[in-house]
């Protein structure tokens, strides 16, 4: 028989969803895949309990049943500081994993080149190569994850067709700062290059930090391509509603690859949805004041323990330091911790380019039990962790 296509030879499946099959296999604390063991608010339940009794069975729209680009353009307006058209520049996908992909195949021909900063989330990569195209990654270094502004520019000189920015990012929390993103901005208008941003954490910021929407800067709503979703802001991982936001030349395209894709997302729950996107500004307070406290719950628990950790500024992940125990696998190491341990972690490996095996990566979005059982297994991780 004839091979199969070439573009996913260097593919794995997910690392981020095998260890949580991995973590159920052995009744770990599932602290990898990034989802939460608490409700979504009863607001968005209590809605979704009236939909199943009514007449959205059905496709909606394409690009987003309407009453929810509407309630999204008007959210997102305020938040973002310029008008968006609900008809003309929004398209509602499935999952931000969708609308990063249509976003991705909206802009790039084969052959065309896309920075992506490193450690990234494991799907740009992917998202790149499948679209043709060829990742360049530039480097963020640690703690703080900030980039060099002269590695940056040398990427751009390979005049590439866009670049990736994820803000704040998974794995390493980075919340990118003003003058960051103008460095990046700067680059794009001279280099003439599109941004797509995963912005799915923009309102889980810890202070000071402060996420600024990259399309606000001067100049960039008209090159920028603007991602996110519904799964973290109203813990509905599974309800997979994300959306594009860009201007209306380039939605147009985008509207034509998700139809393709996916058709449409899910009626039912956009309409449930409609009622989290009419929160007022209260909810998102709420929203980064629980995660401050998981943060500070969790972080505190490691450092009594003396674990040595990254601190985010932004989304609930943080990058455990494992070089004391001297493994040359971290996924080795991963699985170990789930079965010996009990708990459930993501490689680190998975996220960089470079040759990275010293870290591992857990997030923070549990019940505060939850990571207060995580905590007492890692009490005495140590002995169980050591190699033979």
């Not at 091979?3 to 009744?27: E, K």
């Not at 450690?119 to 679209?131: H, K, M, V």
């Not at 998974?170 to 990046?184: A, Q, R, S, W």
Request: proline share 5%; net charge negative.
């Amino acid at each position: 028989m004839k091979n199969l296509s070439s573009r996913t030879a260097g593919f794995t499946d997910s690392v981020i969803r095998r260890m949580t099959r991995i973590s159920n296999q052995y009744g770990a604390v599932n602290l990898s895949q990034g989802f939460p063991d608490f409700e979504p608010p009863k607001e968005i339940l209590d809605r979704l309990a009236d939909v199943t009794k009514e007449d959205f069975h059905q496709y909606s729209i394409t690009w987003g049943a309407q009453n929810f680009r509407e309630a999204l353009a008007e959210k997102q307006s305020r938040l973002m500081g310029f008008d968006i058209n609900p008809d003309t520049e929004i398209v509602v996908t499935c999952g931000s994993t969708e609308a990063m992909m249509a976003a991705m195949m909206t802009v790039a021909n084969p052959g065309d080149k896309v920075i992506v900063f490193s450690p990234f989330y494991e799907n740009y990569g992917a998202d790149t190569i499948l679209s043709g195209a060829e990742p360049i990654y530039v480097p963020l270094y640690p703690p703080e994850f900030n980039f060099n502004a002269d590695e940056l520019e040398a990427a751009f000189r390979q005049n590439p067709k866009a670049l990736i920015l994820c803000n704040p990012s998974n794995p390493c929390g980075k919340v990118f700062t003003y003058d960051e993103l103008k460095i990046i901005a700067d680059l794009a208008e001279k280099y003439d290059t599109y941004v797509i941003t995963d912005e799915v954490y923009e309102h889980i910021v810890y202070k000071p930090s402060e996420h600024i929407y990259f399309a606000s800067l001067p100049g960039m709503r008209q090159r920028t391509i603007s991602c996110s979703s519904l799964s973290k802001t109203y813990s509905v991982t599974g309800w997979r509603l994300g959306y594009v936001i860009a201007p209306a030349e380039i939605t147009e395209t985008v509207k034509k690859v998700h139809d393709f894709l996916t058709v449409g997302a899910a009626a039912p729950l956009q309409e449930a949805a409609v009622t989290g996107l009419k929160f007022g500004d209260d909810y998102y307070r709420q929203l980064a004041d629980k995660y401050t406290h998981k943060r500070g719950l969790f972080l505190k628990g490691l450092d009594d323990l003396k674990i040595s950790h990254t601190v985010p500024q932004g989304a609930y992940y943080v990058l455990l330091d494992i070089s004391e125990f001297g493994y040359e696998s971290d996924l080795e190491f991963c699985e170990k911790l789930a079965s010996d341990v009990g708990i459930g972690a993501v490689p680190g490996s998975s996220f960089f380019k470079e040759d990275v095996n010293h870290l591992i990566r857990l997030h923070f979005a549990k019940k505060d039990e939850t990571l207060n059982e995580a905590l007492n297994r890692l009490e005495h991780f140590r002995a169980k962790m050591k190699l033979k």
